[in-house]
Every structure is written in structure tokens, then in C-alpha cells.
């Protein structure tokens, strides 16, 4: 996409945001990859926090707009093999570090627009994150190379989503929904899967990515993908002044589903964005790649709600009141095993070539 086009594309993705807080999800959070990861987990019985139980169609259409439209483009490959377990392991320190901060970095976003201030330091530890990936990144740091694989293993996502379509639509008494707070509110079920099926598309055909658009600008220079992020920031701005005025609030206190922890913001969405650089993609941008066949992403996305479902039955997750104990201790322990898995990686890489050196020399 062209750089105006894709500033558009993001707005779409802001004002679909706005749109369905103005229907009935979450202030703040009218898409929120690691938070509908959370709800879902809770739906399925993997965590019991009752308030946050919910299978969020948006999260089935962001995996069937893309799927589909990868089909159309020739673009669906089912491949793999690119280091699944470290990718699963860094998948559920992201979603560690995303509920401390209480969002996805797209939510980071979008609270942004409406007004949180809180957001902002999320935003300051997210780029610190990033910045720390790229160091390793540019002294070789790769999870390896992915291979071919039967085109079954790349339906196996899709499947899940129409799995967890049908749950929703028939709503079987195994399947937990909330009665009350965040997992209780929610835009009609039409509206979100329509939205999420607009956002899939979008994504999959612009590669809109957060980590995506600020690891191209201090790497490379490069300010395409960042411009998406723009569009979401300015359009989300303007949709929620227009659509909902009385929720948009400048300030760092009482700000819904947020808390003013200033440190543990920074440090939680430091260690997303460590985890999101590594893994070559934000949440949103690891379910499309799932969705198109990349078997590595699927294993993230199901490190990312094994993460969620962890949050909530070890007492990790922050709240309006803070970040417990248990959360500060995991994003620390988050940090230290990101970072010894990337130095490690690094320096293997570096003994291999200088053992190649050393028989070249000979």
C-alpha cells in the first residue's frame, strides 16, 4: 500500500474501534488482542475470573477476513518449523507483560486516542522494548527459517475460529460467559465479527503491525508501516470525540480498565515489546500470519492465551487497583528469559561463524 493508503487503512481499523465502544465494548477498549485472547480463555473454562469470560467475535473475524482473503490473493502457505517452542515461550511472556499493562500494544493505541495518559508510558517502555530487540537483532538474532508444510496444518486456525463461532452462536453449557464487568459488555455479535472480518482484511493485505511500524523506523528508517499506526491513533482521536464524547477523558487517573503504576506500565509493555520484536510481530500481526498458515504463529498465538489463562489463575494480571506482586515478579522473570534465550541465540550464531572462519582460514 501506498503510504496514503495505508494511513486510510489504519483509520479504518480507529474508527471501527470508536464504533463498537459506541455499541457496547469496553471504554478503551474497543479492540484489544490481548484482552479478547484473556476473554476467550475465560469462555473456554482456562481461567475462572468471572468478570472476563467472553468469545469475542472479533477475534474469529480478524482469523477469517484474513484467511479468506489470503485464499483469493494466493497468499495462503502453509509453513513452519521456525523454533515453535521458543516462539510459544516468548508468545506467553507478550501476553505476561500486555495484562500488566492492561492491553495489547493496539490497545496502547486506543487509550491512547481516548485520553489515557498511562498509555503514554506504555508506549515510552514498548519502543525501549523494541529498541532492546533490534541490539539483538542486528548482532544476528533469528528463531531460524520456516519450511513448507501440508496445507492442513495451515487450515487448523480457521478451524478453531468457526469452532469457537459456533460455541458462541450456540452458546453449550461448557462455554462460560460473564455476567458482569468487562466480559459483560459487548457490541452486538453481527457488528464485531463484521468489524473483525473488515480489521483481518485490512491487516493481511497492508501488514500492518505495531512492533512492525516502530522497529522499521529505528532500524531502517523506514516510515511505512508506522503511518498505519498514525491513521489508527488520529482516525481512533476522532471517532471516540464524535461517537463518544462522554467517555473521553485527558488524565492518568480513573481511567477505565487502566492503572496509574507508572513503573510496571513501562516495564510491562517493555517486556511485550521485547517479545513482539523477536518474534517478528505485535499480537494482531501474529494471529493474521496464523491465519494465512504460518503454523509458528499459531504456536504463538497459543503461547498468548496460555499466557492469559496463566495471568488469571496465578495472580499475575494488574487491575484498576495495580499490579499485584505475582505480575511484577513474571514480567522480571519475563525480561530475564527473553533476553538469556535471545543472548544465547546470539552467541551460538557467533561461534558458527567463527568455527566457518576457522575453516575457511585453513
Known sequence: MKKSTILLAGGVIGLLAALLVKFGNP????????????DIAGALGLHRAEVVQYI?????????????????????????????????IMGFFVMIGALV??????????????????????LFGYVFGIWVGIQFIKKGFSLGRSYKQAKVNGYIMPLIALALLIFLVLQPGF??????????????????????LVVGVIVQRGRICTVGGFR???LIRDYHLLTGLIGIFVFALLGNLILNPASFKIGFVEQPIAHNDFVWNFLG???????????????LRQTILA????????????????????????????????????????????????????????????????????????
Open 27 to 38: 471504554v478503551n477498549m474497543g479492540i484489544c488482542v490481548a484482552c479478547f485472547y484473556r
Open 56 to 88: 469475542r467475535p472479533e477475534i474469529i473475524g480478524f482469523i477469517l477476513g484474513a484467511f479468506i482473503i489470503a485464499l483469493i490473493n494466493k497468499e495462503f502457505k502453509a509453513t513452519g518449523g521456525s523454533s515453535p517452542l521458543i516462539r510459544f
Open 101 to 122: 499493562f492492561l492491553g495489547c500494544p493496539l490497545r496502547m493505541i486506543l487509550r491512547l486516542a481516548n485520553g489515557d495518559l498511562n498509555a503514554l508510558i506504555g
Open 175 to 196: 462455554i462460560f460467559f460473564s455476567e458482569s464487568g468487562p466480559g459483560s459488555m459487548r457490541a452486538p455479535l453481527a457488528l464485531s465479527l463484521i468489524a473483525g
Open 216 to 218: 522499521d523506523a529505528i
Open 269 to 283: 509493555m517493555t517486556l511485550a515489546g521485547l517479545g513482539s520484536v523477536l518474534l517478528g510481530g505485535c499480537p
Open 291 to 362: 491465519a494465512e498458515g504460518n503454523t509458528d504463529s499459531a504456536v504463538t498465538v497459543l503461547g498468548l492465551i496460555t499466557g492469559a489463562a496463566f495471568a488469571h489463575n496465578f495472580g499475575t494480571a494488574a487491575s484498576g487497583a495495580g499490579v499485584p506482586v505475582n505480575g511484577q515478579i513474571a514480567v522480571v522473570v519475563g525480561l530475564v528469559v527473553l533476553l538469556g534465550v535471545a543472548g544465547i541465540i546470539v552467541s551460538q550464531k557467533a561461534d558458527v561463524k567463527k568455527k566457518e572462519g576457522a575453516v575457511l582460514g585453513q
